[in-house]
């Protein structure tokens, strides 16, 4: 009897002994992919082609702005991309961070018969000095780190990151309103 109490006690500590050591799934161990901050919108017009839309879109991102700029205009197939950079400055006299520097962003516009796709992505902030750096604005933590850049004026400037984003999708729809052959005379 006293030898079977040990033989059941030996079987059981080999299996937990070995379920300690074993191997785990690939996809447990595979590191979990960020959510990236991407505002995406499908407008439908009426009844326009996507030739006409595509041009649209183009002569939005050839116009210039005051408020920001835009750069790498890029159109292919159905699809046109640029990148809109607003400056940022603190809006304090004497600034616990100095992150005076840019808030970039891409934007992607796709068209399709009678309808359009807006994506506003990768927005991040880019510090003139490069100190304080804060990156992508889904980072819990600015890259510059949270001695460099406190709690507040992260989320201060993540919430004018995203107010930059708003600014640009107003302007696109408006953009997008107004005819290709209207869009290259002047009114003066």
């Known amino acids: 009897m006293k030898k079977n109490i040990q033989i059941l006690v ?33 407008v439908t017009t009426d009844s326009l082609p996507a030739s006409e839309l595509l041009q649209r879109a183009v002569n939005w ?7 920001y700029g835009k750069t790498s205009g890029v159109t292919t197939g159905a699809k046109a991309e640029c990148n809109a950079t607003f400056p940022v400055k603190p809006k304090e006299l004497n600034p616990e961070v100095d992150y005076t520097g840019k808030i970039s962003m891409k934007i992607t516009i796709e068209c399709k018969d009678n309808k ?3 994506t506003v992505s990768m927005i991040k902030h880019i510090s003139t000095s490069g100190k304080t750096t804060a990156g992508s604005i889904d980072n819990k933590v600015p890259e510059c780190g949270s001695m460099a850049m406190g709690d507040i004026v992260w989320k ?10 708003a600014r640009v999708i107003e302007d696109l729809k408006e953009g997008m309103k107004v005819g290709s052959a209207d869009s290259g005379k002047e009114e003066w």
């Not at 937990?16 to 919108?41: C, M, R, V, Y």
Request: charged share 35%; aromatic share 10%.
């Open 10 to 42: 030996l079987c059981f500590l080999v299996v937990f002994g070995l379920k300690g050591f074993s191997q785990t799934k690939p996809e447990d161990d595979a590191p979990k992919k960020k959510n990236e901050t991407k505002i995406t919108e499908v």
């Open 61 to 67: 991102v050839k116009l210039e702005n005051n408020i």
């Open 116 to 118: 359009y796709k807006y």
């Open 156 to 165: 201060k400037l993540k919430g004018e990151a995203m107010k930059d984003a």
